[in-house]
């Protein structure tokens, strides 16, 4: 199954509602639409800065990847930066394939 990063920044509703419940269940939550959407959540971290929450998931594709990510913005609570996360056996598989390119200007 396909891994995503999610890079979450709470709007202030959303820090309130962290504030009053405590990270332990948002974590619950996270794992709970991981899993509504077919997955599971791998790891979740708070963090200081830009973003303040990294969350690491498998998930069947991503059109679910997008669905979590479309929810999470429209309740108004954060806004998430999805990446897809691949292996060092799908970059060697991404490297035998031999494709054609030309540069700009050449």
Same mark, same amino acid.
């Given at each position: 199954? *396909? ?6 920044? !709470? =709007? ?9 419940? /405590? ?5 619950? $939550? ?5 899993? &509504? ?5 791998? =790891?979740?971290? !708070? $963090? !200081? /800065?830009? &973003?303040? &929450?990294?969350? +690491? ?8 990847? $997008? ?8 309740? /108004?609570?954060?806004?998430? =930066? =999805? ?7 799908? +970059? ?10 030309? *540069?700009?200007?050449?």
């Amino acid at each position: 199954m *396909p891994k995503y990063l999610f890079q979450v920044s !709470f =709007t202030a509703e959303g820090t309130r509602g962290v504030l009053a419940e /405590g990270g332990t269940k948002r974590k619950q $939550a996270v794992a709970q639409l991981m899993k &509504s959407l077919g997955g599971k959540l791998e =790891t979740m971290y !708070f $963090a !200081f /800065g830009s &973003s303040d &929450s990294f969350c +690491i998931a498998e998930l069947p594709d991503h059109a679910s990847a $997008a669905a979590g990510t479309m929810l999470v913005g429209a309740s /108004g609570a954060g806004r998430v =930066t =999805t990446t897809v996360l691949m292996t060092p056996a799908e +970059i060697d598989e991404a490297c035998a394939r031999q494709g054609k390119y030309r *540069p700009p200007g050449s």
